[in-house]
């Protein structure tokens, strides 16, 4: 099983429609977790962290599953501008070494 | 914002040429990491910097590899003798704590 494991889309969808994305990771001593957004050739981009309780951030939502070692992040009214690939990344065991999906490919048509 | 700066933005060298490649981490961060991503494949880390001194590295980062913090603003990486499979881009990040890292808009490496 893949560390961290993401469908590679890519999703392409209409501006205002909603997009969610799925991750899962295989080390269940992972302690933290977070959505990076990395458009093409530049940095990743920290989106947000992701906490058991979930959390949200204006038009994003993240959720943590712990049993199941399942992340996702909703995108509510997409706009253009969030067009770009969604990297899912996990912290390994319990070090500071960030373990990052292949990301999910998100194009936003208008 | 304070950001994380990366010099050169570009950086081609020769196969068993050093190069230096040099990171400005954000200024209060305490943790310090570089990571590489080949072209069309997902961010690797290669190893975390704390308190001077190397606190985790991976397998990719062998005996070719080295890091510095030389002086209180900088944090550079070094591969003694390039080889063709070490072109990529190469990210610095840092962290204030552990964990919650920023990256810095990467070097391009490329080795003919």
């Known amino acids: 099983r893949k560390e961290v494991e993401q469908d590679p889309g890519p999703f392409n969808v209409p501006e205002g429609a909603t997009v969610a994305f799925n991750c899962t990771y295989s080390?269940?001593?992972?302690?933290?977790f977070f959505w990076y957004r990395q458009d093409c050739r530049k940095e990743p981009k920290l989106l947000m962290s992701?906490?058991?309780s979930g959390n949200e951030d204006g038009r994003f939502t993240a959720q943590l599953n712990r049993a199941s070692q399942y992340i996702s992040l909703l995108i509510r009214d997409s706009k253009l501008s969030d067009s770009a690939t969604y990297l899912c990344v996990v912290n390994w065991r319990n070090t500071d070494k960030l373990i990052f999906g292949t990301g999910t490919r998100l194009q936003v048509f208008p | 914002e304070p950001e994380v700066t990366q010099t050169p933005s570009h950086q081609v060298t020769q196969m068993g040429q050093e190069v230096i490649l040099r990171c400005v981490p954000i200024?209060?961060?305490?943790?310090f990491y570089w990571y590489r991503q080949i072209l069309g494949q997902k961010v690797e880390f290669l190893v975390s910097f704390y308190n001077n001194e190397i606190s985790e590295k991976s397998e990719i980062f062998d005996d070719q590899f080295s890091v510095e913090r030389p002086d209180g603003s900088n944090f550079t990486l070094k591969i003694r003798s390039t080889k063709l499979e070490d072109s990529a881009m190469y990210f610095c990040a840092s962290a204030p704590l552990i964990y919650e890292q920023y990256f810095g808009p990467g070097t391009r490496l490329t080795v003919t």
């Open positions: 200024s209060n961060h305490l943790y």
């Open positions: 080390n269940s001593a992972s302690q933290s």
């Open positions: 992701v906490y058991s």
